[in-house]
């Protein structure tokens, strides 16, 4: 079973849509990501919250929101997504401690389509 | 800038077998982690192993072990007696120490046949 809980598994919308992916983690983890990823390749890093606030930004459009609304939750707000935003979507969580950072916990996902 | 190589697009191998994924990485850093990911049909990404680069002794975990030379910027896993259920996209990774980026090979998918 996976310690980072992401909602919804899958997510079918249209492109002038609003929808909302959810990730949740309470291993009391302070980083928390999104991620992209398409078939076959590996995932890529979208955003990056670390104690609650917007550390990296990947250079994301902005019909992607992120949303940190405390410790243990993540969201990703999506509006006028295009096809190629078809993808899965990956949230992960990570703690640091004294020897750096720790691996990063991964969920399973959500797979968004584009119509 | 940090780059991982994963040399080997796909790889078969029979139940039971030993079976070794290559990676290579290029950095200018000293102090760093490397891990390999699994990523089965079912989606999560799943730490395989995890080797800190000040350590010189190989990460092991159960019938996953890794062959790490620091000299050669080179970080393989070898799985042992493997099994069916090993069958998965594996991602080798690297991620400098204090960051929160961890750079990505572009994964080996493994086959595990019976």
């Known amino acids: 079973d996976t310690e980072v809980t992401q909602t919804p598994k899958h997510l079918v919308m249209g492109m002038t849509n609003k929808k909302s992916l959810k990730c949740e983690q309470h291993?009391?983890?302070?980083?928390m990501y999104w991620y992209k990823q398409k078939a076959k390749k590996p995932p890529e890093l979208m955003f990056v919250?670390?104690?609650?606030?917007?550390?990296i930004n990947e250079s994301v459009p902005s019909r992607f929101s992120p949303e940190c609304p405390n410790s243990s939750l993540l969201n990703l707000h999506l509006h006028a997504l295009q096809p190629e935003d078809s993808a899965l979507y990956l949230c992960?969580?990570?703690?640091?401690?004294?020897?750096?950072?720790?691996?990063?916990?991964f969920g399973d996902g959500t797979r968004l389509s584009i119509l | 800038a940090q780059t991982v190589t994963q040399s080997q697009p796909e790889m078969s191998v029979q139940e039971a077998e030993t079976v070794t994924l290559s990676c290579t990485y290029d950095?200018?850093?000293?102090?760093?982690?490397l891990f390999w990911y699994k990523q089965p049909p079912s989606r999560q990404m799943i730490l395989v192993i995890r080797?800190?680069?000040?350590?010189?002794q190989n990460a092991t975990e159960n019938r996953f072990s890794v062959n790490f030379q620091k000299a050669a910027k080179s970080f393989s896993l070898k799985i042992s007696d493997s099994q069916l259920g090993d069958t998965a996209m594996y991602f080798c990774?690297?991620?400098?120490?204090?960051?929160?980026?961890?750079?990505f090979g572009k994964g080996t998918r493994l086959h595990i046949l019976p």
């Open positions: 992960a969580s990570s703690q640091q401690d004294f020897w750096g950072n720790q691996p990063q916990h």
């Open positions: 291993m009391g983890h302070r980083a």
């Open positions: 950095t200018s850093e000293s102090n760093y982690y």
């Open positions: 990774a690297f991620m400098k120490h204090g960051d929160d980026k961890i750079i």
């Open positions: 080797q800190e680069a000040y350590k010189q």
């Open positions: 919250y670390s104690y609650e606030k917007l550390s």
